[in-house]
């Protein structure tokens, strides 16, 4: 599947956005993403990066939010991100500690190459 994607310079309106230090309100970018074979774009982001970031670059941080969000889901499900009882921030973050560490574990096997099948 391909997309095509609309890059524009856009001031939020409505959301009470933060003025900027003399008073205007600030360029954002707006993303969309547009099929090819669609009648209108189908995804949209707003993002606050700088205004002279690459559009690959700009269009690579948006779409990794899906990552991010798969990420998330496996330390919660499979993991026990959530599963933590406790009461003191020392074994929070202790528990914490340890669920990165498989889930890094688990991504370094996930990505490494396969030794070969010994015969």
């Known amino acids: ?8 310079r856009v001031r939020l309106v409505g959301r009470r956005p ?12 707006l993303i969309a993403q547009w099929p090819e074979g669609e009648a209108e774009p189908v995804k949209y982001w707003i993002s606050n990066l700088p205004a002279n970031i690459p559009a690959k670059d700009l269009v690579r941080l948006a779409k990794a939010r899906w990552r991010i969000e798969h990420d998330y889901r496996e330390l919660k499900t499979a993991l026990g991100l959530d599963h933590f009882e406790g009461r003191s921030f020392t074994g929070w973050h202790r528990h914490v500690t340890r669920v990165t560490a498989a889930h890094l574990f688990l991504t370094e ?7 070969p099948a010994r015969t």
């Open 1 to 8: 599947m391909s997309s095509h994607f609309v890059l524009l």
């Open 18 to 29: 933060k003025p900027a230090a003399d008073g205007t309100i600030p360029l954002l970018w």
């Open 109 to 115: 096997q996930r990505t490494c190459s396969k030794a």
